[in-house]
């Protein structure tokens, strides 16, 4: 596997899943902020509990690209980078988060 980036845009992961491409989006806010928007299809996995999470997480990597996200782009970022430091290495965050979807790929996403 090639070195990967740490970050993707919101504008390649939109092109990948219109290609087709089987990711795993995981979302990492907490539970109130995942009722407030969400991108469907994601999984919710609040931060706190990857590291419980890891070997369900580690299954995933096996199988597709991980993409995780949150409101911004930081929760997000360190998550991928704990998640790299633990053995994991098929995973990105996606930058500017949820924020940045709903500014840049879906307006019917709701902004907080």
Do not use: F
Not at 10 to 19: I, M
Request: hydrophobic share 40%.
């Amino acid at each position: 596997m090639p070195d990967l980036p740490y970050e993707v845009s919101v504008s390649e992961v939109k092109t990948r899943l219109d290609a087709g491409e089987e990711l795993v989006l995981i979302d990492v806010r907490e539970p109130r902020e995942h009722q407030i928007c969400r991108i469907d299809g994601a999984l919710l996995i609040p931060m706190n509990t990857v590291p419980q999470r890891l070997q369900e997480i580690e299954v995933l990597a096996d199988e597709s690209l991980i993409v995780v996200y949150c409101h911004h782009g930081v929760r997000s970022l360190n998550t991928v980078a704990w998640l790299r430091k633990q053995g994991v290495g098929n995973c990105v965050s996606m930058s500017g988060g949820v924020e940045a979807w709903s500014a840049t790929i879906d307006p019917k996403v709701p902004r907080y």
